[in-house]
């Protein structure tokens, strides 16, 4: 059910939470209104669960060591080292294997051995899922085949990959991927044809006269 709550933390200016500056909470704060019992729930998830909290470390440690200082590229490789992960799967679409496959010669480069899936696997025709000949990419003039991001997951899976990476799958095809990966998972780089993959641009220039979102913010 929705929270009765009328305001989150994208209404909040002041980030007190980062540093626990409890005077400067807004009343509408979910630190200063926490659920105690949730939060107690969390944590001792971490406490007890010795990958969870290593996970989480290892993040905030290269967070403090590099900020600003490494491209997500190099972050990535700097975690996929220090969790010691040895056999790393990469979830790709087609159309971004060329990206796919330098992204896999640096990883060789640093030693690192790594599976790519396609999206595409199984070449299974999108009117298996109901997708109608006017609704295809070709317009129904021949075989196209859909995305199967649940096929990549089962694929890397029986591959026995440790650590998994997501290259551009579609908004909705990455969720079915994160749904099904059998272990844990990280996303390279976010599918957006309109800004190079690059979704943040469309926040960047939401005020600005090249916005399409004028209307949703009453400009």
């Not at 509408?28 to 969390?42: A, I, Q, Y």
């Not at 943040?200 to 939401?206: D, E, I, N, R």
Request: hydrophobic content about 35%; charged content about 25%.
């Amino acid at each position: 059910m929705p929270s009765e709550t009328s305001h989150t933390c994208s209404d909040c200016a002041a980030r007190p939470c980062r540093s626990r500056d409890e005077a400067k909470y807004p009343p509408f704060c979910l630190t200063k209104n926490v659920d105690k019992e949730l939060l107690d729930e969390v944590l001792k998830l971490y406490a007890e669960n010795q990958e969870l909290r290593r996970i989480a470390a290892t993040s905030a440690c290269i967070e403090g060591e590099f900020y600003g200082r490494m491209s997500r590229v190099e972050e990535t490789i700097e975690f996929i080292k220090r969790m010691n992960y040895q056999y790393v799967g990469i979830a790709s679409c087609v159309g971004l294997l060329p990206e796919a496959r330098i992204f896999k010669k640096i990883l060789d480069a640093h030693g690192i051995r790594s599976y790519t899936v396609g999206c595409k696997i199984g070449a299974v025709d999108k009117g298996f899922i109901g997708i109608p000949p006017e609704k295809k990419l070709n317009r129904g003039c021949g075989h196209e085949s859909m995305c199967n991001p649940i096929m990549q997951a089962k694929e890397l899976e029986k591959e026995g990959t440790d650590f998994n990476i997501v290259i551009g799958l579609c908004v909705g095809h990455d969720t079915l991927f994160l749904k099904y990966s059998a272990v844990p998972t990280t996303v390279l780089i976010v599918k957006d044809r309109v800004y190079a993959h690059n979704p943040a641009a469309a926040l960047y220039t939401a005020t600005s006269m090249y916005s399409r979102f004028k209307k949703e913010l009453g400009l």
